[in-house]
């Protein structure tokens, strides 16, 4: 596959980052990208920036280095319904909204209330990206959650951060395993995210080959070959 965008990752104004938005954007047209997406964690997780950084999200030039920019959040789903982080104001400077489980900003409930919770960020409008569902950090039932994504064309991620062993999520391998089969049977496509904290990160899906190899995953059910594709499919804001 020849990769070609990345849309989750984050620079140093997310906290525990380590390169800022120049070095990522430089990283990426040094690696042959077109597209990056810079999405920093929202404001419910611990260290993250200051609301105001959003506000000001036009003062970047979105075309760095022959690389197009995206620049948007990885907000934090709160609650059992689904509830992200920021209000809709913020949402609208976006380019790009990623919604995700951190085990900082959400408690687990039942699979049900989990369940709730993915579907709840799903039918959101303006999420267009869950990233890493499968990562374990709460159990949910698979395939409600593939369904849902493919009815609100909402993008489920599998994260190559979440399969680094040094992460010890003993629970990612066999659930990005799941998600890639019942992608594979209800034709979802899938986007493949580094999770990139430094720049040297970006566009590494080392861990995640493995798994399409095993789930035998069609390559056109993958974006991140495609980012015209990517762009035609992404959800428009309300």
């Given at each position: 596959m020849n990769i070609l965008l990345d849309m989750h990752t984050h620079t140093i104004a997310s906290g525990h980052?380590?390169?800022?938005?120049?070095?990522?954007?430089?990283?990426?047209?040094?690696?042959?990208?077109?597209?990056?997406?810079?999405?920093?964690?929202?404001y419910a997780m611990p260290?993250?920036?200051?609301?105001?950084?959003?506000l000001n999200l036009h003062a970047i030039p979105r075309n760095m280095y022959g690389v197009d920019l995206m620049m948007g959040a990885e907000l934090n789903i709160l609650d059992y319904e689904g509830n992200i982080d920021m209000e809709e104001s913020y949402w609208r400077l976006m380019?790009?909204?990623?919604?995700?489980?951190?085990?900082?900003c959400y408690t687990p409930g039942s699979i049900?209330?989990?369940?709730d919770a993915l579907l709840g960020?799903?039918?959101n409008p303006f999420v267009q990206i869950i990233s890493h569902?499968?990562?374990?950090?709460?159990?949910?039932?698979?395939?409600?959650?593939?369904?849902?994504?493919?009815k609100t064309r909402t993008i489920l991620?599998?994260?190559?951060?979440?399969?680094?062993?040094?992460?010890?999520?003993?629970?990612?391998?066999?659930?990005?395993?799941?998600?890639?089969?019942?992608?594979?049977?209800?034709?979802?496509?899938?986007?493949l995210g580094s999770d990139a904290h430094i720049s040297f990160s970006i566009g590494d899906?080392?861990?995640?080959y493995e798994l399409l190899q095993i789930a035998e995953f069609p390559e056109q059910l993958i974006f991140n070959d495609k980012p015209d594709f990517f762009k035609s499919y992404l959800k428009k804001m309300p």
């Open positions: 980052a380590y390169s800022t938005v120049q070095e990522m954007a430089h990283t990426a047209a040094e690696k042959g990208l077109k597209l990056l997406g810079i999405t920093e964690h929202g260290g993250t920036c200051d609301p105001i950084y959003f380019d790009l909204r990623i919604a995700g489980l951190h085990k900082l049900e209330q989990n369940t960020a799903i039918r569902p499968g990562d374990g950090t709460a159990d949910f039932l698979f395939e409600p959650v593939v369904l849902e994504a493919k991620e599998i994260n190559n951060s979440s399969l680094n062993p040094a992460r010890h999520k003993k629970k990612a391998k066999p659930n990005n395993l799941e998600i890639l089969r019942l992608c594979k049977q209800h034709e979802v496509p899938v986007i899906y080392g861990y995640i």
